[in-house]
């Protein structure tokens, strides 16, 4: 395939196909040459005042030509006009019927400037790479070459965006494809990415899961996605099913990491009529996630995992731990790892989830479940130490850590915790008249001392027994086996 066989003369005028940077032009014909919802781009011409970095210095708006203030000027009468300079700016002089110097003066300024930008200056840097004049010269992996070359320098595009460009090169529907299975995984609360797919892809065809350009440049690895894109779609979507729907991993604040999928779908993929009777697919998932077992960088230890899987063509969990583990990382959830885990922690929701069980996608955002903390943050900031240099109160009390930790937070729904909820209300009075039940659903202390301000330090120490023991299942040993 030649990149001019994508060429259709109609007349003689040369034409040039855009590899990079179509967004951009695509925006600059807009602005100077069409419309944007039957709107032209208008400049006003009196601004251009010096404004902070993050404001706009010069206004300019698509606006529909009728009943305009004479300030808005058509940017393409600008740009475009045959007469001199001197003619353009007596014309919009005659706009208004008087104009102070400094006026006059801010609208000579933005003419001169509009005409060096679009007219004098050679602002859009191009290389030719080929013509109509040397057909043979650049073939469709040469043009995906470049293409790499050019952006693997900088930091516009991310090694994904390069790969899938040489998958691209080779299938015509790459895009459409990989678009409709994003759509379809992650229209339950998921964020897979194109990262995700082709890292997966990688492994599954036993090429390792680091990315490598070299691997895309392998024409048998695009043949083999390409040819085996309903299986792999299919073995993704599987694995995406049985989260969605046999676990608590139910969105993706619950996944802290992605990682940990691929050895599934692997599995999946090569041996779908085993998956069919997989086991403890659920310890799997929970201990890798909250230990953050594929962590760092996995790529290693993905492959390691689907070499065991492929050589003994079963999910066997005890085998994928001891590789884990043989691996140097850590799979065990002791005491002070889940004590530890406080409100900005990325296994939070998944801890969450495991323990109450919130199973609904709820349509509005804002009606998620919340994290709530029992003794409120501003009211623990209040509470301050005096600071031995000054004599004054005014070193906190509870630091971050203290407010933040595990045992000082739960989780309300939306509209527990919204608009005339708990907000800042101390326990003392949100739990007061609460039954046995929700007082044992969200571990809290029975004993009703507890929970005023100033036995903030003994409800903790009460909680976390409270929380050892709801998760007492997954603190296990090391040497431990699942069967």
């Not at 850590?330 to 969450?352: A, C, G, M, P, R």
């Not at 004599?391 to 045992?407: E, N, P, T, V």
């Not at 330090?457 to 069967?483: G, H, M, P, S």
Request: net charge negative.
């Amino acid at each position: 395939m030649k990149l001019t066989d994508y060429y259709i003369p109609v007349d003689n005028t040369q034409k040039m196909l855009v590899l990079d940077g179509q967004q951009r032009l695509q925006s600059l014909f807009i602005g100077l040459k069409g419309s944007y919802d039957k709107k032209e781009l208008y400049f006003d011409i009196f601004s251009g005042d010096l404004v902070a970095p993050e404001d706009m210095r010069y206004r300019f708006e698509f606006l529909d030509g009728n009943n305009l203030e004479p300030h808005w000027i058509k940017l393409k009468d600008i740009v475009f006009s045959d007469k001199k300079i001197r003619e353009i700016k007596e014309d919009i002089y005659s706009r208004f019927t008087s104009l102070q110097n400094d006026k006059k003066d801010r609208i000579d300024d933005n003419i001169d400037a509009i005409r060096e930008t679009f007219i004098t200056q050679e602002n859009i840097l191009y290389q030719l790479v080929d013509s109509i004049d040397r057909p043979t010269a650049y073939g469709e992996d040469d043009i995906v070459e470049i293409f790499i070359r050019a952006n693997a320098g900088g930091t516009q595009l991310g090694k994904s965006d390069l790969l899938f460009s040489l998958l691209t090169s080779s299938w015509e529907e790459a895009d459409e494809e990989m678009e409709d299975l994003l759509e379809k995984i992650n229209k339950t609360g998921y964020k897979f990415n194109r990262d995700f797919i082709l890292k997966t892809c990688l492994s599954i065809f036993g090429k390792g899961a680091a990315y490598n350009v070299q691997k895309f440049r392998d024409t048998s690895t695009r043949k083999n996605i390409i040819d085996n894109w309903a299986n792999i779609s299919s073995a993704i979507k599987d694995v995406k099913d049985y989260i969605y729907g046999k676990t608590f991993l139910k969105t993706d604040k619950t996944l802290p990491s992605y990682l940990t999928l691929i050895p599934v779908i692997y599995f999946r993929y090569h041996f779908p009529n085993e998956w069919k009777n997989v086991k403890h697919l659920d310890t799997y998932l929970l201990r890798t996630l909250l230990s953050g077992a594929f962590s760092g960088s996995p790529d290693g230890l993905i492959d390691k995992c689907t070499r065991k899987i492929s050589e003994n063509k079963k999910f066997d969990i005890n085998e994928i731990f001891g590789i884990i583990r043989a691996d140097g990382r850590n799979l065990e959830i002791s005491n002070d790892t889940l004590l530890n885990i406080h409100y900005t922690s990325k296994e939070i929701h998944l801890l969450f989830n495991y323990w109450y069980g919130f199973n609904y996608q709820p349509a509005f955002t804002n009606n998620e479940p919340q994290i709530d903390h029992i003794f409120p943050q501003s009211v623990l900031k209040k509470i301050k130490d005096e600071n031995p240099n000054t004599g004054r109160f005014d070193i906190l009390h509870y630091k971050w850590w203290d407010r933040d930790q595990f045992a000082n937070l739960m989780l309300l729904t939306a509209s527990e915790n919204g608009a005339g909820g708990k907000s800042d209300t101390l326990p003392k009075d949100w739990f007061n008249g609460k039954s046995d039940d929700y007082l044992e659903k969200h571990l809290i202390p029975k004993n009703k001392d507890l929970w005023d301000l100033d036995k903030f330090d003994e409800f903790i120490e009460e909680r976390k027994i409270l929380i050892q023991e709801k998760f007492k299942e997954i603190l296990i040993k090391t040497t431990a086996n699942i069967v």
